[in-house]
């Protein structure tokens, strides 16, 4: 009796490790079958979601890279977003014209991680575009949202610009600085503080001092830039260290 119990649980467990093993090879052909017959349409646009994507086309509006401006590998641009000739946007920015427009002009800057948008209107009836003229150094992590900074001024790392903000030329904003929205900071002068306050006005030498420091980091990026071409100078750290390491293939 216990014997053929045992014999009818054998072939019952036989059985369901058959069908099992039958689901799955019917699985598999069911696959490779499926990856036969549906192949990717020809006219469809081949997009590469391995990696970040630094160009984002919104609608109709595509950002738009000068030739020699340098954009970081990880930056995103997004939307109506302009950068110009001798501009540099560095690693981790994030520039998002879905609203409206933003424009980084002739040899300025945005350095790392900073963040600018552009709301669809200002309070103030200024414009609501974020506007970065020429010969403007952006710090780092500093936030940006439909102001407009005039030539040559600096604006301090983790600073904040609000709706409608205006920095006129030749100005510098302090590290942290925070200015509110419809907020005007007059030519020639430095303010600090949250939320940002007169401080003094500028010499003559620190006005002059402004737009070399763009020039400079102007220079610093096409270092950067050459790294990217078929003629950049990596392959001299490659022969140091393969000199380093004697190996003479």
Known sequence: MATSIAARISRKAAAAAFSAHRHVISSRAFVTEAAKTISPSSDRVK??????????????WVPKVAVDAYVAPNVVLAGQVTVSDGASVWNGCVLRGDLNKITVGFCSSVQERSVIHAAW???????????IERFVTI????????????????????????EGSLVE?????????VVPPGRRIPTGELWAGNPARFVRALTHEETLEIPKLAVAINDLSKE?????????????????????LGITI
């Not at 209107?121 to 506007?131: K, N, R, Y």
């Not at 949202?145 to 609000?162: A, D, F, V, W, Y």
């Not at 030329?169 to 600085?177: D, N």
């Open 121 to 131: 209107s200002s309070p103030t009836g200024l414009p609501a575009e974020t506007t």
């Open 224 to 244: 950067h830039f050459s790294e990217f071409l078929p003629y950049s100078t990596a392959y001299l750290e490659v022969e140091k260290l393969k000199k380093s």
């Open 47 to 60: 997009w590469d979601y391995r990696g970040q994507r630094k160009i984002i086309p919104l609608g109709q």
């Open 139 to 162: 710090g780092a992590y500093s936030l940006l949202r439909s102001c407009t900074i005039e030539p040559e001024c600096i604006i301090g790392q983790h600073s904040i610009l609000m």
């Open 169 to 177: 030329t030749h100005s510098i904003l302090e590290a942290g600085s």
